[in-house]
């Protein structure tokens, strides 16, 4: 009799291992605690952009030998200008600048033997060590960024500025205060370092607190739900325009960086030109919001609260202004509602705000898929990205400034900088979802979709060409968030009409600019529908120059766009199912 016998495979190739996931776990695990130490940098990203520099300058002789000559011909520089000090009385024309951004050295002190010599040199090294990755035949402009950030942080730890010993400055003030700004300089240090340990945020003094001077402007929280709060603001006319204003704010920051002490508020300035605001506050997100994604903050955020407005003013259109990455946010829920056939929106305006993302700017050297996985570890295991986390990257942008300066100022010469609204909400931090974060920095960043026409929102792709309301873009000069040039690229993504204002400043103070302070300026020009555009330099060498706030003109573009007054709307609309809940500001802001 035939026996049949199944043989089972020994190992089924299509069947899923069972170490994988185990595997994947160590894996989160260990970079996340890698990460933590990091501030979220990737080592391998600094090693790559290394290794591919040095392949590349080991087989460039010509390279090695120009490097060598611009070295000798500095060190002559360097000797010249201590020969013609050493004749002058311990003064001479420096022979080398810093750059424009750095005021390290601005102190006439510097320019005294031997602090010249030490502070010439420092100069002389930076220029030349930047010259030796710079332009590196092969080597990729990614990688070669990277190297040049890294090496500038490796400069700006051992500049003379840092030192008590070197800094004239800081010698000159030991003097004038018996040495006691050292021991006031340790008692911040101290009271930082406990505020480090304990996750408390930055001490901004008692001046500032949201409610009492910051966030003030009268309104009413009208409508929330598990992610955002809006506020309605009461009118101060006694009719406004037919179109309320929506404005969108980032969710990696608090919603009154618009809405700071009332001669600073962007909110209040609009409530007296007559519009009818609204805004959006955004819940800081903890843990339990690890899964939230960037669809629902566009459509239990940015949509949500377009009903709302809709339902409580009975507007047939709406003004939408969206900031930084409430802009990109804005402009993903514009083109869905484009291609949807919803044509609420009177307008749309970008404050410093991305659609195309393949000039990021420096912050783009916190961005490739090894930077990126690093961050989804990190958050993976929080379930969120903590804002001191994402502070410490912007910093390392402008080192010079925002850490080695302030820390000579603070620990060294014992005086805290005079605290300011926008340093208040500065330090009045947010964090962001795991999900959310990872969508934005892996679809935006890393593959560009939104300006590929490839990001998905409501089920179905969007294309920013759909977009028929007339455009207001705003960037700023100094932006190292959102490069102006970056955020022009609007241009080459729709064909509709585009009023485009560059301002003075940056990402923050450059958006927050009042009428009547001084210094102020913007450069403006109109690009009408379907009309061909300028490059970024061609714009700014015929755009007009007009000194003042661009607030005023885009007030000015906003009523070009409305319709006719109504009479003043209270906040609410109880008969439309939208209750005055709390006042302005709300609960959500208040989360830490």
């Not at 507007?315 to 802009?327: D, K, Q, R, T, V």
């Not at 379930?383 to 986390?389: A, H, V």
């Not at 620990?411 to 999900?435: E, F, H, I």
Request: hydrophobic content about 40%.
């Amino acid at each position: 009799m035939d026996k049949h016998v199944s043989h089972r495979p020994c190992d089924d190739e299509t069947a899923p291992d069972p170490m994988e996931g185990v595997a994947d776990l160590l894996d989160r695990i260990a970079g996340a605690s890698l990460a933590q130490w990091t501030m979220g940098i990737a080592p391998e990203s600094l090693m790559a952009a290394y290794a591919d520099w040095a392949v590349h300058f080991m087989r460039s002789p010509g390279r090695s030998l120009l490097l060598s000559a611009k070295g000798a011909r500095k060190a002559q520089r360097l000797g010249d200008y201590a020969t013609r000090a050493l004749g002058g009385g311990g003064k001479a024309e420096r022979c080398i600048a810093p750059l424009a951004h750095d005021h390290r050295f601005d102190d006439a002190a510097w320019d005294t033997w031997p602090y010249g010599l030490w502070q010439q040199s420092f100069l002389l090294t930076q220029q030349w060590v930047d010259a030796a990755v710079r332009d590196c035949p092969g080597v990729s402009p990614h990688h070669e960024a990277i190297l040049r950030f890294g090496l500038r942080q490796m400069l700006d730890l051992v500049s003379p500025a840092n030192f008590a010993a070197t800094n004239p400055v800081v010698q000159q003030r030991m003097l004038e205060t018996g040495g006691k700004c050292l021991a006031d300089g340790a008692k911040l240090w101290a009271e930082d370092w406990q505020r480090l340990v304990r996750r408390e945020a930055s001490d901004t003094g008692e001046d500032f607190e949201v409610g009492r001077n910051m966030a003030v402007t009268p309104g009413k929280v009208v409508f929330r739900n598990e992610l955002i709060e809006l506020i309605q603001y009461a009118p101060t006319t006694e009719r406004v325009r037919a179109e309320p204003i929506l404005i969108v704010p980032a969710w990696i920051m608090k919603y009154y960086i618009l809405d700071l002490s009332p001669e600073n508020s962007m909110i209040r300035y609009l409530v007296d030109q007559g519009f009818t605001v609204f805004t959006i506050s955004w819940r800081n997100p903890g843990p339990e919001m690890r899964d939230t994604g960037m669809e629902d903050y566009r459509r239990d955020g940015v949509m949500r609260a377009m009903d709302a407005v809709s339902a409580i003013t009975g507007a047939e259109h709406i003004h939408a202004c969206g900031y930084c990455l409430g802009g990109t946010l804005l402009a993903i829920a514009a083109a869905a509602m484009a291609r949807d056939g919803n044509n609420r929106l009177a307008s749309v305006t970008l404050l410093a705000a991305q659609t195309d993302f393949t000039e990021p700017g420096e912050i783009g050297l916190f961005i490739d898929d090894a930077q990126v996985r690093y961050l989804e570890n990190l958050m993976w295991q929080q379930g969120y990205l903590d804002s001191r986390q994402m502070g410490g990257a912007f910093e390392m942008l402008r080192s010079a400034d925002l850490i080695w300066s302030r820390g000579v100022q603070e620990y060294l010469m014992g005086k805290r900088a005079s605290a300011n609204d926008m340093m208040a909400w500065n330090a009045d931090g947010t964090r962001m979802p795991y999900a959310m974060h990872s969508q934005y920095l892996r679809r935006l960043f890393l593959e560009n979709a939104l300006a590929r026409e490839r990001y998905v929102a409501g089920g179905a792709t969007v294309a920013m060409t759909d977009i028929t309301a007339p455009l207001y873009v705003v960037g700023t000069e100094a932006d190292h968030v959102a490069p102006w040039r970056s955020v022009w690229k609007i241009h080459t993504l729709t064909d509709g009409e585009i009023r485009f204002v560059l301002t003075n400043r940056g990402h923050n103070a450059g958006v927050v600019s009042p009428p009547g302070e001084d210094r102020r300026h913007y450069r403006v020009l109109d690009r009408p529908e379907d009309e061909n555009h300028h490059d970024p330099d061609a714009w700014l060498a015929i755009a007009a120059l007009t000194s003042g706030s661009w607030w005023t003109d885009w007030s000015e573009w906003l009523l070009a766009h409305s319709g006719q007054s109504v009479p003043a709307r209270e906040p609410g609309n109880a008969k439309a199912g939208y209750p005055a809940l709390d006042d302005a500001p709300g609960r959500y802001v208040l989360e830490r």
